[in-house]
């Protein structure tokens, strides 16, 4: 066992074990965190010209108002030291602009390879072209800014979940490292996956995300008992969304990880 | 009555009547949104040296990191039309720059000079000074990218809802001049601020968002009746930031706006 960043606080610099406890209670405060996104998105609807390609009039480049946004607002964030947490991975910078302030020092407990790790372009892919048409109602209402500020909060919520598999896959390769050598060795992706299966602890999931869209998304009233049925994002969604791609993503990264991890 | 973007999916493009109730649908699911950001921000301590002066190790001048990434994100926010929403008010931008891509036309149902009034500079101070010591803990772990951009959401969150006060006041004023013209001519702040007062009003809003503080800050389990009375946010906190001061605050925009409104 290792000291890591306090994974509840989501990598504060307070060091705590890194164990599966701490790692599942952090991935379990992330689902409140995903959960309010998605209900912040679904205020507005799909608003596609929004991460459609269309022509920025100050460079003359083509870019989406939501991809121009996102670029910027990482380079932003890059000055203020995000990623030099393990747990932020970026979307579009290659290299990374050096924070403008004296940064933190974040404990490193992952295999160096990790920082190469990173699935978000296959992420922003999915998220436009299939998660985001799954749970907000059609329509364009033209207000850009606000949607693609809501996207940018759910695709960091998610990015961070899906990459927190890394540090799932470095607590259970320390855990039991000769179950995992030989199918890292042999690059046996499907045995390292069944490995890293367990359909109890996702159906557990699926069932308390679903749990959390109806206790957050509901309509609260100041009369108890007055709550309505209508829930701001279906809550069958959230537990489908976190099945269909956020389970199997992570799973992803934690493979690719692994298959990393003896480099 | 006019027409006037849709209140409740917060400035859309579809619109519906300048009413009361519209604007009262507002301002109850903005609660939400706001619950949600000082739920998020909670995670964190203080952090106090994200906010405090600090040399920007780029351009060798003093500012907060934090006031540092407001700053950015403005002006990124601006250049994808973010202030041509009359609903948006900037925290530090004098000229506020042109959106880079086509903008959408927002209705304008404000009076003229509803853009100059703007009291962000006040909410800023009392944020850091007041109300982020009342609700989250002392200390200090170093993640100021997270905390920063926590902050930027309940900011903005925030000022949103006070400056929707010029939305409330100009409906209150349409709907009864007369009332109101006298208290505007002789500047009668005092009697302005009673014809707008409605204090079973507001303590239903205090009474709804400590509901909506402990409902959307529990912790869920996926065994009902499981849920501890661990709020990740106080909630009478919640119920008293908005007795405190959101509520007065809007009622200092309405007021302000008022002033302007036979100009």
């Known amino acids: 066992m290792v000291r890591v960043v306090e994974s509840n606080s989501v990598s504060g610099s307070s060091d705590v074990q890194l164990s599966l406890d701490s790692i599942r209670e952090s991935l379990i405060r992330q689902e409140d ?15 596609k010209p929004s991460f459609e390609e269309s022509r920025c009039l100050d460079s003359g480049n083509s870019s989406s108002l939501t991809e121009f946004f996102v670029r910027e607002m990482e380079t932003i964030q890059a000055k203020v030291g995000r990623y030099d947490n393990p747990e932020e991975n970026p979307f579009f910078l290659d290299n990374i602009p050096h924070s403008v302030f004296p940064s933190h020092k974040y404990p490193q407990v992952l295999h160096p390879k990790a920082s190469s790790v990173n699935i978000n372009k296959r992420l922003w892919d999915i998220y436009f072209k299939e998660l985001l048409p799954f749970f ?13 500020a809501c996207d940018l909060a759910c695709l960091q919520a998610i990015s961070r979940r899906i990459h927190y598999g890394k540090f799932v896959a470095e607590v259970k390769f320390r855990d039991a ?15 390292l996956m069944k490995l890293l299966t367990f359909e109890k602890v996702e159906e557990m999931v699926k069932k308390r995300v679903e749990k959390k869209a109806e206790t957050f998304g509901q309509e609260v009233k100041c ?26 993503l992570t799973k992803d990264v934690e493979v690719e990880y692994l298959l990393r991890r003896l480099d």
């Open 33 to 47: 965190t995903i959960v309010f996104s998605l209900i912040e998105r679904a205020k507005f609807p799909l608003n």
């Open 136 to 148: 907000v109602k059609p329509g364009d209402h033209g207000n850009y800014a606000s949607t693609a």
């Open 177 to 191: 490292p000769h179950d995992y050598e030989p199918a890292i060795r042999s690059k046996d992706t499907e045995a």
């Open 223 to 248: 009369v108890s008992g007055d709550e309505s049925e209508n829930y701001k994002v279906d809550p069958s969604l959230v537990s489908r969304i976190y099945g269909e791609w956020l389970i199997p």
